[in-house]
Protein backbone atom coordinates (compact mmCIF):
# COMPACT_ATOMS: atom_id res chain seq x y z
CA UNK A 1 0.00 0.00 0.00
CA UNK A 2 1.09 3.54 -0.98
CA UNK A 3 1.92 5.80 1.99
CA UNK A 4 -0.30 8.40 3.21
CA UNK A 5 0.57 11.17 5.98
CA UNK A 6 -2.15 12.42 8.39
CA UNK A 7 -1.34 14.58 11.51
CA UNK A 8 -0.66 13.25 15.06
CA UNK A 9 -3.58 14.84 16.53
CA UNK A 10 -6.58 17.27 16.01
CA UNK A 11 -8.82 19.13 18.19
CA UNK A 12 -12.51 20.59 17.68
CA UNK A 13 -15.49 21.62 19.47
CA UNK A 14 -18.69 19.43 19.20
CA UNK A 15 -21.33 20.35 16.79
CA UNK A 16 -18.81 21.94 14.81
CA UNK A 17 -17.50 20.54 11.17
CA UNK A 18 -13.99 18.38 11.28
CA UNK A 19 -11.77 18.47 8.37
CA UNK A 20 -9.13 16.01 8.51
CA UNK A 21 -6.50 16.02 5.54
CA UNK A 22 -4.53 13.46 4.25
CA UNK A 23 -1.59 13.48 2.38
CA UNK A 24 -1.11 10.65 -0.35
CA UNK A 25 1.20 12.04 -2.89
CA UNK A 26 2.34 8.40 -4.83
CA UNK A 27 -0.65 7.61 -5.23
CA UNK A 28 -1.35 5.17 -8.14
CA UNK A 29 -4.32 5.00 -10.58
CA UNK A 30 -5.90 1.81 -8.77
CA UNK A 31 -6.08 2.82 -5.32
CA UNK A 32 -9.00 3.09 -3.50
CA UNK A 33 -8.73 5.91 -0.57
CA UNK A 34 -10.29 4.13 2.73
CA UNK A 35 -10.98 6.01 5.86
CA UNK A 36 -11.57 3.80 8.90
CA UNK A 37 -11.46 5.14 12.76
CA UNK A 38 -11.02 3.46 16.13
CA UNK A 39 -12.97 4.23 18.66
CA UNK A 40 -11.49 3.48 22.62
CA UNK A 41 -11.34 -0.05 23.49
CA UNK A 42 -13.65 -0.99 20.07
CA UNK A 43 -11.82 -2.38 16.90
CA UNK A 44 -11.70 -0.23 13.75
CA UNK A 45 -14.70 1.18 12.04
CA UNK A 46 -14.94 1.75 8.60
CA UNK A 47 -15.94 4.68 7.84
CA UNK A 48 -15.86 5.90 3.60
CA UNK A 49 -14.22 5.21 0.55
CA UNK A 50 -13.81 6.77 -2.93
CA UNK A 51 -11.71 6.87 -5.69
CA UNK A 52 -11.80 10.24 -7.99
CA UNK A 53 -14.82 11.87 -7.09
CA UNK A 54 -16.23 13.11 -3.86
CA UNK A 55 -18.38 10.51 -1.79
CA UNK A 56 -20.94 10.98 0.92
CA UNK A 57 -22.53 8.88 2.92
CA UNK A 58 -24.70 8.91 6.96
CA UNK A 59 -21.29 9.20 8.58
CA UNK A 60 -19.11 11.60 6.78
CA UNK A 61 -17.87 13.11 3.51
CA UNK A 62 -14.97 12.40 1.73
CA UNK A 63 -13.49 15.23 -0.52
CA UNK A 64 -10.93 13.99 -3.32
CA UNK A 65 -8.25 16.52 -4.98
CA UNK A 66 -8.44 16.64 -8.38
CA UNK A 67 -4.73 15.13 -8.54
CA UNK A 68 -6.16 12.98 -6.13
CA UNK A 69 -2.68 13.71 -4.17
CA UNK A 70 -4.56 14.32 -0.89
CA UNK A 71 -8.16 14.07 0.66
CA UNK A 72 -10.14 15.01 4.11
CA UNK A 73 -12.67 13.56 5.91
CA UNK A 74 -15.65 16.24 6.77
CA UNK A 75 -17.77 15.63 9.89
CA UNK A 76 -20.34 17.79 9.34
CA UNK A 77 -21.36 18.39 12.62
CA UNK A 78 -19.02 16.63 15.70
CA UNK A 79 -20.04 14.93 18.82
CA UNK A 80 -18.52 13.84 21.66
CA UNK A 81 -18.92 10.33 20.22
CA UNK A 82 -16.52 11.47 16.89
CA UNK A 83 -13.79 11.09 19.69
CA UNK A 84 -11.17 8.34 17.83
CA UNK A 85 -8.57 7.69 15.92
CA UNK A 86 -8.67 8.17 12.20
CA UNK A 87 -7.05 6.35 9.56
CA UNK A 88 -6.40 7.32 6.24
CA UNK A 89 -5.29 4.42 4.01
CA UNK A 90 -4.37 3.61 0.16
CA UNK A 91 -6.29 0.51 -0.92
CA UNK A 92 -5.21 -1.72 -4.46
CA UNK A 93 -8.17 -2.34 -6.06
CA UNK A 94 -7.15 -6.13 -6.34
CA UNK A 95 -4.94 -6.66 -2.76
CA UNK A 96 -6.12 -7.57 0.36
CA UNK A 97 -3.58 -6.60 2.47
CA UNK A 98 -4.61 -3.24 4.15
CA UNK A 99 -1.93 -1.52 6.47
CA UNK A 100 -2.39 1.22 9.09
CA UNK A 101 -0.81 4.04 8.87
CA UNK A 102 -0.65 6.23 12.65
CA UNK A 103 -3.32 7.84 12.29
CA UNK A 104 -4.91 10.80 13.89
CA UNK A 105 -6.46 11.30 17.08
CA UNK A 106 -9.26 13.41 17.24
CA UNK A 107 -10.42 15.21 20.55
CA UNK A 108 -13.76 16.85 20.22
CA UNK A 109 -14.33 19.74 23.34
CA UNK A 110 -17.89 20.12 24.49
CA UNK B 1 -26.28 -10.36 10.74
CA UNK B 2 -23.52 -7.62 9.95
CA UNK B 3 -20.70 -8.36 13.01
CA UNK B 4 -17.74 -10.17 13.19
CA UNK B 5 -17.50 -12.01 16.70
CA UNK B 6 -14.35 -12.40 18.59
CA UNK B 7 -14.01 -14.34 21.85
CA UNK B 8 -13.27 -14.49 24.15
CA UNK B 9 -12.78 -10.73 24.78
CA UNK B 10 -10.26 -11.56 27.40
CA UNK B 11 -7.30 -13.61 27.83
CA UNK B 12 -4.67 -14.25 30.63
CA UNK B 13 -2.67 -16.93 29.92
CA UNK B 14 1.27 -18.32 30.80
CA UNK B 15 4.26 -18.64 28.99
CA UNK B 16 3.72 -22.65 28.69
CA UNK B 17 -0.29 -22.52 28.09
CA UNK B 18 -1.80 -22.80 24.66
CA UNK B 19 -4.72 -21.42 23.98
CA UNK B 20 -7.14 -20.07 20.84
CA UNK B 21 -8.34 -16.96 19.63
CA UNK B 22 -12.25 -17.18 17.85
CA UNK B 23 -13.29 -15.34 15.10
CA UNK B 24 -16.53 -15.85 13.03
CA UNK B 25 -18.94 -13.86 10.67
CA UNK B 26 -21.84 -14.61 8.71
CA UNK B 27 -21.74 -11.90 6.15
CA UNK B 28 -20.50 -13.96 3.03
CA UNK B 29 -16.89 -12.58 3.33
CA UNK B 30 -14.97 -14.83 1.46
CA UNK B 31 -11.48 -12.81 2.81
CA UNK B 32 -10.10 -13.39 6.83
CA UNK B 33 -7.72 -11.20 8.50
CA UNK B 34 -5.32 -11.13 12.02
CA UNK B 35 -3.98 -7.95 12.64
CA UNK B 36 -2.06 -7.25 16.71
CA UNK B 37 -2.75 -3.97 18.17
CA UNK B 38 -0.04 -2.54 20.97
CA UNK B 39 -1.33 0.00 23.10
CA UNK B 40 -1.23 3.76 21.49
CA UNK B 41 -0.36 2.01 18.13
CA UNK B 42 -2.05 1.48 15.09
CA UNK B 43 -2.73 -2.58 14.30
CA UNK B 44 -0.52 -4.35 12.41
CA UNK B 45 -1.20 -7.26 9.82
CA UNK B 46 -0.35 -10.55 10.79
CA UNK B 47 -2.85 -13.13 8.31
CA UNK B 48 -4.91 -12.58 5.77
CA UNK B 49 -6.94 -15.72 4.27
CA UNK B 50 -8.73 -15.41 0.92
CA UNK B 51 -11.15 -18.39 0.48
CA UNK B 52 -10.23 -20.28 3.21
CA UNK B 53 -6.58 -19.87 2.16
CA UNK B 54 -3.99 -18.57 3.95
CA UNK B 55 -2.57 -16.12 0.98
CA UNK B 56 -0.57 -13.32 3.45
CA UNK B 57 1.90 -14.39 6.41
CA UNK B 58 3.53 -11.04 7.51
CA UNK B 59 6.37 -13.17 8.70
CA UNK B 60 4.85 -13.86 11.88
CA UNK B 61 6.34 -16.28 14.90
CA UNK B 62 5.57 -19.89 14.40
CA UNK B 63 3.99 -19.60 18.56
CA UNK B 64 1.07 -18.05 16.59
CA UNK B 65 -0.58 -20.46 14.08
CA UNK B 66 -3.97 -19.55 11.88
CA UNK B 67 -6.37 -21.69 11.19
CA UNK B 68 -9.45 -21.09 8.75
CA UNK B 69 -11.97 -24.30 8.90
CA UNK B 70 -14.61 -22.57 6.84
CA UNK B 71 -15.45 -19.37 4.95
CA UNK B 72 -17.13 -18.19 8.27
CA UNK B 73 -14.38 -19.16 10.97
CA UNK B 74 -11.45 -18.45 11.53
CA UNK B 75 -8.68 -19.02 14.45
CA UNK B 76 -5.81 -17.66 15.99
CA UNK B 77 -3.88 -20.86 18.18
CA UNK B 78 -1.33 -19.72 20.91
CA UNK B 79 1.51 -21.39 22.25
CA UNK B 80 4.72 -20.66 24.10
CA UNK B 81 4.32 -17.08 23.53
CA UNK B 82 6.00 -14.14 25.36
CA UNK B 83 4.82 -11.58 27.74
CA UNK B 84 5.64 -8.28 24.79
CA UNK B 85 3.01 -10.85 22.82
CA UNK B 86 0.16 -9.11 25.18
CA UNK B 87 -1.62 -6.52 22.89
CA UNK B 88 -5.02 -6.48 21.40
CA UNK B 89 -5.83 -9.00 18.93
CA UNK B 90 -8.47 -7.96 15.48
CA UNK B 91 -9.91 -10.50 13.45
CA UNK B 92 -11.35 -8.39 10.06
CA UNK B 93 -13.94 -9.94 7.12
CA UNK B 94 -14.79 -8.57 4.04
CA UNK B 95 -15.14 -9.17 0.30
CA UNK B 96 -12.22 -10.74 -1.42
CA UNK B 97 -11.99 -7.54 -4.26
CA UNK B 98 -11.21 -4.98 -1.24
CA UNK B 99 -10.90 -2.27 -3.18
CA UNK B 100 -14.48 -2.26 -3.87
CA UNK B 101 -15.34 -2.60 -0.25
CA UNK B 102 -14.25 -2.09 3.55
CA UNK B 103 -13.51 -4.21 5.95
CA UNK B 104 -15.10 -5.34 9.12
CA UNK B 105 -13.62 -5.71 12.36
CA UNK B 106 -14.73 -7.33 15.26
CA UNK B 107 -13.90 -5.47 18.80
CA UNK B 108 -11.00 -7.54 19.74
CA UNK B 109 -9.67 -10.28 22.34
CA UNK B 110 -7.02 -8.27 24.78
CA UNK B 111 -4.75 -10.89 25.58
CA UNK B 112 -2.12 -10.73 28.37
CA UNK B 113 0.52 -12.99 28.75
CA UNK B 114 2.07 -13.83 32.30
Known amino acids: DAKTTQPNSMESNEEEPVHLPCNHS???????IHWYRQLPSQGPEYVIH???SNVNNRMASLAIAEDRKSSTLILHRATLRDAAVYYC???????????FGAGTRLTVKP | DTEVTQTPKHLVMGMTNKKSLKCEQH?????MYWYKQKAKKPPELMFV???????INESVPSRFSPECPNSSLLNLHLHALQPEDSALYLC?????????????FGSGTRLTVV
Open chain 2, 92 to 104: ASSLPTTGFHGYT
Open chain 1, 26 to 32: TISGTDY
Open chain 1, 50 to 52: GLT
Open chain 1, 89 to 99: ILRDRWNNDMR
Open chain 2, 27 to 31: MGHRA
Open chain 2, 49 to 55: YSYEKLS
